[in-house]
């Protein structure tokens, strides 16, 4: 019913920067929240950041003043932009998303990404 599609992963270096995006496509009324999720190796996922449709926004700790989220309501695209990326900034990305499928639908339905690599070299 709702896909969503991520892109923008890759190798950089330490320092470096990239941009990740996330399209939802599908039977979708509205996207009340979005956000991206990161898992390690090894380690269990996280939450990176999230941002609601009004432009609300809540950051992990060790991503403050370096990524930032927004999103396109129209386009229905959640983008990171990851600056001053760290090795352990390394793992997949996943891109989420609370999507409310039908205005008779009241509640919200949770969707996620298939996931992009990110690869942080030192």
């Known amino acids: 019913q709702v896909q969503l599609v991520e892109s923008g992963g890759g190798l950089v270096q330490a320092g470096g920067s990239l941009r990740l995006a996330c399209a939802a496509s599908?039977?979708?009324?509205?996207?009340?929240?979005m956000g991206w999720h990161r898992q390690a190796p090894g380690k269990q996922r996280e939450l990176v950041a999230n941002i609601t449709s009004g432009g609300s926004t809540n950051y992990e700790d060790s991503v403050k003043g370096r990524f930032t989220i927004s999103r396109d309501n129209v386009k229905n695209t959640v983008y990171l932009q990851m600056n001053n990326l760290k090795p352990e900034d390394t793992a997949v990305y996943y891109c989420d998303a609370d999507v409310r499928l039908t205005f008779y639908h009241l509640s919200s339905s949770h969707y996620w990404g298939q996931g992009t690599q990110v690869t942080v070299s030192s």
């Open positions: 599908g039977r979708i009324f509205s996207i009340p929240a």
